[in-house]
């Protein structure tokens, strides 16, 4: 295949175009050679045809977007450790809502359906907690909210022990509901936080590639 010519420059002047290579590699350094030649016909530098076309893509190259944040397994098996808890604990709760007076020496209700109702919301817990396992970064405002509730929930009680009306026995079901899970639901939530909040960092500035 003859030379093709192009006109280079409004003076006409002319550059000569290796033929195209039609396979692979060779057909991109053979694009890349005619494209140099027509812009250096044109008075470009070869320190400009860098600036433009190879030092971008080495920066590009350099600059790395973190791999996704995988969760450790110990995440899952917290929170459905928490579910099945939450969710035996409401069962308990709704069948039998006196026992747990009963054992601590407290007088029962008057209405153990309130009881029962509060059953119902930690077993629906339960459930939030079994689904957000199957990916505890992504599903972190269940955990937030599991964890707000667990803070709060003690709170609460505090407030019942100073005043007389719950007695110190009754403290044991706000260790095994509550005080807890605090550390593991607060690492997740931390986990989530760093992954949500990762940015593109440049080659080795960033500890890429060693």
């Known amino acids: 295949m003859a030379a093709m010519k192009l006109n280079a420059s409004p003076a006409g002047r002319s550059t000569d175009v290796p033929p195209v290579a039609t396979t692979g590699s060779a057909a991109v350094?053979?694009?890349?050679h005619a494209a140099t030649?027509?812009?250096e016909g044109n008075g470009l530098s070869s320190g400009v045809i860098t600036d433009l076309f190879i030092r971008p893509r080495?920066?590009?190259?350099?600059v790395q977007t973190p791999p996704p944040v995988v969760p450790p397994r110990w995440m899952a098996?917290?929170?459905?450790?928490?579910?099945?808890?939450?969710?035996?604990?409401g069962a308990v709760a709704i069948l039998a809502p006196v026992w747990c007076f009963r054992i601590v020496g407290m007088e029962t209700?008057?209405?153990?359906?309130?009881?029962?109702?509060?059953?119902?919301?930690?077993?629906?817990y339960g459930i939030g907690y079994i689904a957000a396992?199957?990916?505890?970064l992504r599903h972190w405002p269940i955990v937030l909210v599991g964890l707000l509730g667990k803070i709060l929930g003690p709170i609460g009680f505090?407030?019942?022990?100073?005043?007389g009306r719950f007695p110190v026995a009754f403290g044991w079901n706000i260790l095994t509901n509550d005080l807890?899970?605090?550390?593991?639901?607060?690492?997740?939530?931390w986990t989530a936080w760093r992954a949500a909040n990762q940015m593109p960092t440049a080659g080795r500035t960033a500890g890429i590639g060693g």
Do not use: H, K
């Open 29 to 32: 350094r053979t694009a890349a």
């Open 133 to 136: 396992a199957t990916d505890p």
């Open 37 to 39: 030649s027509v812009l």
């Open 158 to 163: 505090a407030g019942a022990l100073l005043s």
């Open 180 to 189: 807890v899970w605090w550390i593991p639901f607060g690492m997740i939530l």
């Open 77 to 89: 098996r917290v929170l459905v450790a928490a579910g099945i808890y939450n969710v035996v604990w």
């Open 58 to 62: 080495e920066t590009a190259s350099r």
């Open 109 to 124: 209700p008057n209405y153990p359906e309130l009881w029962q109702c509060i059953g119902m919301i930690v077993g629906v």
